[in-house]
């Protein structure tokens, strides 16, 4: 069995060598070494699932995953829903610990997102719980719980309308206080789908003949708006997005194929643009969200 | 004989949207949810004649989203805005801070306007009118009634006399085709608020 180890952080800064190293694994049923995992966050733990997946896709059977060994990390993610989902995706030892029945302090459990009534489902969800978090750790205003909500809502739609594949989201606030002084929140959305350039392949690559690629593909999506659909009422989600991650003063990154755009604001040190990733199918979005000054 | 021959109407898209989707809320988020509430509104439509002054009431719904903007506002408007269309207009109210972005931004994209109670008895014009577009609409939402004798004195230059019927014509302002008053859509659906 070919091993793929885990990084032992898996967040937004290292989720890419997963996807890389998953791509590049030799053929054959692969194991997952989460042994040594002592940090998740949900594009970590969205992003564990999606390798998997792919990996499962690929070669025809589940892959095994080793489970960490930190009782803290394991218990973190079955609070945030992982097992239920994982399940389906890896063969694991039953060491897995049961959700408690107990209040959660999660703020949106990692989703399956496979059609519409998943988005209203999420959105119904982050009406019961959002708004206390953004204001208590945020300091963000009552009414951002319905900005949160049309984010999350546009970003889950992305999946549904441009990947033709189902996706996973999570969101969950954390205290940055090293790193940044302050709470976060992360919204992780990923799919394994067709990604950006191959939903924009049809209507546009022909106008950036041997330029086209997943970075022009992301520029054109992410910069400028471009859609498949010849309706010019489309392909405003991602611009919305972009535009009120910004008004918050937060970062969005997009991966797709072997590229990775992003909006980054000044605290965070992550290039705009990231090229010669390896080809990893569908689309990987995060988002990060911090305190008010 | 009355001088607006238009019995205005008002629809609830609160109560559309629960009709539409299985929600605890009146969320109205994702491109099908929202092209399902405009279809029904377009029902509506149907029966309400060759002419027709609707109130789109968005006070109950929670959250909009962009897609759901598009159809239900902006889809909407460009639906009755075509040649052989029926001649619709369209006051949207509970236009609430949370909502008012996503329509705006809709609005902005499709080169479109609309009228919108932002307030409690505050219209505002949305969208992407003009500057003589814009202050024709607010020169008619001060007055609310404007009598074509009145339209000289009032707009003293051609090029605002041409905004004010510009905006009779992107359907955000109604002029009587019994006397040629000119009527603010705020004060035609009042009654309903």
């Given amino acids: 069995m070919n091993v793929l180890s885990v990084p032992t952080s ?9 996807l890389d190293a998953t791509h590049v694994a030799a053929e054959g049923r692969l194991l997952f070494d989460a042994r040594h995992l002592r940090w998740v966050d949900p594009n970590g733990m969205v992003g564990l699932l999606l390798a998997g997946s792919v990996v499962q896709s690929r070669s ?6 080793e489970l960490p060994e930190n009782v803290d990390v394991l218990g973190y993610l079955s609070r945030m829903g992982f097992f239920r989902e994982a399940q389906e995706i890896f063969e694991y030892d039953d060491r897995a610990p049961r959700r408690g029945s107990g209040p959660s302090d999660v703020l949106l459990e990692i989703t399956p997102i496979r059609a519409n009534v998943d988005v209203h489902a999420v959105v119904d969800r982050v009406q019961a719980q959002a708004g206390t978090v953004l204001a208590s750790k945020l300091g963000y205003p009552a009414s951002a719980v319905v900005q949160f909500s049309v984010i999350l809502s546009e970003v889950c739609q992305n999946i549904i309308e441009h990947a033709e594949a189902p996706g996973f989201v999570a969101a969950q606030a954390y205290n940055w206080s090293k790193r940044l002084g302050r709470f976060v929140v992360v919204i992780s959305v990923m ?3 067709r990604g950006f350039r191959g939903s924009l392949n049809d209507e546009h690559a022909a106008r950036y003949a041997d330029r086209w690629a997943d970075t022009t593909a992301l520029e054109a999506a992410f910069l400028h708006g471009l859609t498949r659909f010849p309706d010019s009422g489309r392909g405003q989600g991602i611009q919305q997005i972009r535009r009120q991650v910004q008004r918050w003063n937060g970062a969005i990154t997009i991966r797709s194929g072997t590229a990775r755009i992003g909006q980054v604001p000044e605290w965070d040190d992550t290039p705009p643009l990231v090229d010669g990733l390896e080809p990893f199918p569908g ?10 000054t | ?8 109407i008002a629809i609830d898209v609160g109560s559309l949207v629960k009709k539409t989707v299985t929600s605890l809320y009146s969320h109205l988020v994702t491109r099908p949810t929202g092209r399902a509430v405009r279809m029904a509104i377009e029902t509506q439509l149907l029966g309400a004649g060759s002419r027709s002054l609707s109130l789109i009431d968005l006070s109950e719904v929670t959250i909009l989203d962009f897609s759901c903007a598009d159809e239900v506002v902006a889809k909407l408007l460009q639906r009755y805005l075509e040649v052989d269309a029926q001649e619709a207009f369209f006051v949207f109210c509970g236009v609430h801070e949370p909502h008012r972005d996503q329509i705006q931004v809709v609005l ?5 306007v609309a009228v919108a109670e932002t307030d409690t008895a505050v219209f505002e014009l949305l969208g992407a009118p003009d500057d003589l577009e814009q202050r024709a609409w607010l020169r008619l939402e001060e007055r609310g009634l404007i009598g074509k004798d009145d339209v000289e004195s009032l707009f003293p230059e051609d090029e605002q006399r041409a905004a004010l019927n510009r905006l009779v014509d992107r359907r955000v302002a109604f002029r009587s085709p019994i006397s040629g008053r000119y009527h603010a859509l705020s004060r035609l659906v009042r009654h309903l608020l």
């Fill in chain 1, 10 to 18: 898996l967040d937004h800064l290292t989720v890419d060598e997963l």
């Fill in chain 1, 191 to 193: 799919d394994s789908g």
């Fill in chain 1, 60 to 65: 025809g059977v589940m892959p095994r995953l």
């Fill in chain 1, 283 to 292: 689309s990987q979005i995060s988002i990060i969200l911090p305190a008010k």
């Fill in chain 2, 108 to 112: 902005e994209r499709q080169g479109l």
């Fill in chain 2, 1 to 8: 004989m009355t001088d607006v021959p238009l019995d205005p």
